[in-house]
């Protein structure tokens, strides 16, 4: 799925294209190979090692249906279905456990947040930039923007060594910060744009050709091209 969302291709597979039951909520120390029956499932609040893999399994047949949609290459989807599908991302957002106790947590936590956000963007992005009519898809600019600034501040927050493990795995970043450089220019028009922070904005972009910079110099390879 990551690989079609980056390369602006639809989804390959189907909610139906797997029969395996997810995994337990369990820490892995609660059974070995003579376990004779598994342990019931800890809350999701609990973190363990396979926290992550069951909260992307439960939104997975949500981001299978709105990739398919987004990524059409016979029609961009329609301004209804993305103001359908914009609160069922949030709600799943506002609902993520915190595991803010579980010092190992940490990637699954960043992830589970990134996954969304960059649906969010992807979702908004068709009519953000629809010049024609940014009036009347004010909330889509702002929708998009703010999924931009909240992947950037994740990025930002992380270890050098973090981000550069999600950058090499990711192009959100990359696609995150194309967003706000659209905003800054588009801010720069006769039409000012009262809730933008061109300066905190400035900032983030900076920052991230920073991150972006480290990226290059380690692997001693040029930036993939994306497309927005």
């Known amino acids: ?82 103001m359908a599908f914009d609160p069922r991302i949030r709600e799943i957002l506002d609902q993520l456990p915190q595991w803010e106790k579980e010092p190992s947590c940490s990637t699954a936590r960043d992830m589970s947040r990134l996954m969304l956000c960059e649906f969010l963007l992807l979702l908004h992005q068709p009519y953000a930039t629809n010049s024609d009519a940014l009036s009347l898809h004010f909330y889509s600019q702002v929708a998009r923007r703010n999924a931009a600034l909240a992947t950037m501040q994740i990025y930002m927050a992380m270890s050098t060594s973090r981000s550069l493990w999600f950058t090499n795995l990711r192009d959100d970043a990359f696609r995150a910060t194309m967003a706000l450089c659209h905003d800054i ?26 991150m972006f910079e480290n990226r290059v110099r380690r692997l001693g390879e040029s930036f993939p091209v994306v497309l927005i």
């Open 185 to 210: 220019v588009v801010s720069s028009g006769p039409k000012e744009d009262f809730t933008l922070n061109r300066e905190a904005i400035i900032e983030l972009i900076e920052k991230s050709v920073d």
């Open 1 to 82: 799925m990551q690989a079609g969302l980056d390369r602006g291709m639809p989804a390959t597979i189907t909610a139906l294209d797997w029969d395996c039951r997810p995994p337990l909520n369990v820490h892995d120390e609660e059974f070995d190979e003579e376990t004779q029956s598994m342990p019931p499932a800890r809350p999701l609040e609990e973190f363990t090692r396979t926290s992550f893999l069951i909260l992307t399994q439960q939104h997975l047949p949500l981001r299978i249906k709105m990739l398919s949609r987004i990524n059409s290459i016979v029609s961009t989807v329609d301004y209804e279905s993305v």
